[in-house]
């Protein structure tokens, strides 16, 4: 057999860096696999689809979402983590040890950190490609107070307590709220709802959805279609902001990892453990709510400490892997 890893980390954001440096400052020499364009996305996570990123401690001017992640990663190398930049194809966790397959080879650990992520759903609509982060965007919390939003009309698509949310929060920045809702109803909770439908500077409208995207350098309009009736309509709008849920990335587990019914990993609360003794879970895979940067990096935290006192106390050593 191979040599068996301490560690090994799937996935290369903030979440799986900062359980590589943790990691590597335990001198448990982790294997992270960054992957290779896995869920359609860069090594590094959401926050290389970002620019400017202005909440994240330690940077007072503000840095841009992929510096941010190189700055990361390369302290993750300064400080001893051995980086390949391979997509795992899938893992084997049924017998100790692990396994780990990418690229045709079989890696071995005595326990894997799972920090893929959840990528944001995006509808495909004309010009998307082109205005992405530069008026449209996925994450209101983390692109909602850039000057270009500021006192200019803002569209949000969806319907349930995420969008209505995001709406809500937008107004504190945008002149008004479009929310645009598929159906002639909200799907979100009564409370959500009703919050929405109370705020003065929000105007949903039912049965719409966006069809193009418009502008030159940036977002300036959007165009919209009433699903009823067919009529198009162009919306003056600086800003477009999809909140129609997120995939996790957790196919390749196959299943042997217990997840919630949309795939997000279930984890002992206050925790990063699973139901895999020695299979850890950090970051957006296991985070359904908040989807921040600095939520995914203090997880990683938890995640590498977790790994370090479960082989300090032997625990890789058992033969169970189902708690």
Not at 74 to 93: A, C, F, M, P, Y
Request: glycine share 10%; net charge neutral; proline share 3%.
């Amino acid at each position: 057999m191979a040599d068996v890893r301490n560690t090994i980390i799937i996935g290369s954001g903030p979440a799986g860096h900062t359980a590589a440096i943790y990691a590597a400052r335990a001198e448990l020499k982790p294997l992270m696999f960054e992957g290779w364009l896995a869920g359609g996305v860069a090594a590094g996570g959401q926050l290389t689809t970002t620019t400017d990123v202005e909440n994240f401690p330690g940077f007072p001017d503000g840095i841009l979402g992929p510096q941010l992640m190189e700055n990361i990663r390369q302290q993750s190398v300064n400080v001893g983590t051995e980086i390949k930049t391979e997509t795992v194809d899938s893992v084997d966790v049924s017998t100790k040890p692990f396994k780990v397959m990418a690229a045709g080879t079989t890696y071995y650990a005595h326990t894997i950190i799972i920090s893929t992520g959840a990528t944001a759903r995006r509808l495909g609509i004309e010009g998307e490609d082109k205005f992405w982060n530069k008026g449209m965007s996925a994450c209101a919390v983390c692109d909602g107070a850039a000057p270009i939003f500021r006192n200019r009309p803002i569209v949000v698509v969806g319907g349930g307590d995420s969008a209505c949310e995001e709406a809500n929060y937008l107004t504190k920045y945008g002149s008004k709220v479009y929310m645009l809702v598929r159906r002639d109803v909200l799907r979100a909770s009564k409370v959500m709802a009703k919050r929405a439908e109370d705020n003065p500077k929000i105007i949903i409208m039912y049965n719409h959805e966006a069809i193009e995207a418009l502008g030159g350098k940036l977002l300036t309009h959007v165009k919209v279609v009433n699903k009823k009736t067919k009529a198009e309509t162009t919306l003056e709008a600086n800003g477009l902001f999809y909140a129609v849920g997120h995939i996790p990335n957790t196919q390749f587990l196959d299943g042997q990892v217990k997840t919630d019914k949309e795939g997000y990993i279930l984890t002992k609360p206050g925790t990063a453990e699973t139901d895999v003794h020695g299979v850890f879970a950090c970051g957006d895979v296991q985070d359904r709510q908040w989807r921040q940067a600095i939520t995914a990096a203090g997880s990683g935290c938890m995640a590498a400490l977790s790994v370090e006192h479960f082989l300090a106390d032997g625990e890789h050593l058992m033969k169970n892997t189902k708690l």
